[in-house]
């Protein structure tokens, strides 16, 4: 019998809300990370694109008073492992650095995402056959992201990234997209 455990949409939301308060009591929020964050805008928006799924998420994931929970679990479900379909609470901070990154970049922050949640499955899956696959990758915590920039190339999305200083930050040009999570700094290229 499969261990598969499924987020149902109460947990998820119970999760995020959670994280919301304790986040800056964690690792998540660690003192490096918001020494270099730059200030917030009272509204944050990102457009995401599943390049396996094919389904768009265009919300407002923090709002004045923080992050839009609902908004969360609509980008939790896009993130999902496409493989299997679970889906586990992605890390907001996650989508601050996205959206820093794109107003770095001077452009709308809409992404193409290649890989967002892994489950522990499809993760021992890919380690075994590829060496470029951490066995324990931050994807199985919904705190990575690897992603495109649409009208920005990889390398200079990840030049702005590892300006940023925040989290990891791997570029795998043959594949053309970028490794973001909120890790503590470090830089690869696959």
Known sequence: ???????????????????????????????????????????????????????????????????????????????????????????????????????AAKVEPRFEVISGYRSPRTNARLAANSSGVAKHSLHLEGRAIDVRLKSVSCATLRDLALEAGRGGVGYYRHSDFVHLDTGRFRTWAG
Do not use: C
């Open 1 to 103: 019998m499969s261990s598969v455990r499924q987020w149902s949409r109460r947990r998820i939301l119970l999760s995020v809300a959670a994280g919301t308060v304790l986040a800056p009591l964690s690792g998540l929020a660690s003192a490096a990370n918001a020494k270099s964050a730059p200030r917030r805008a009272a509204e944050r928006w990102l457009e995401l694109f599943n390049t396996h799924t094919g389904e768009t998420a265009a919300v407002a994931f923090r709002a004045t008073t923080g992050f839009v929970a609902e908004s969360l679990v609509t980008l939790a479900r896009l993130l999902r492992d496409h493989r299997n379909g679970e889906q586990h609470p992605i890390d907001p901070m996650l989508y601050d650095q996205l959206a820093d990154l794109a107003i």
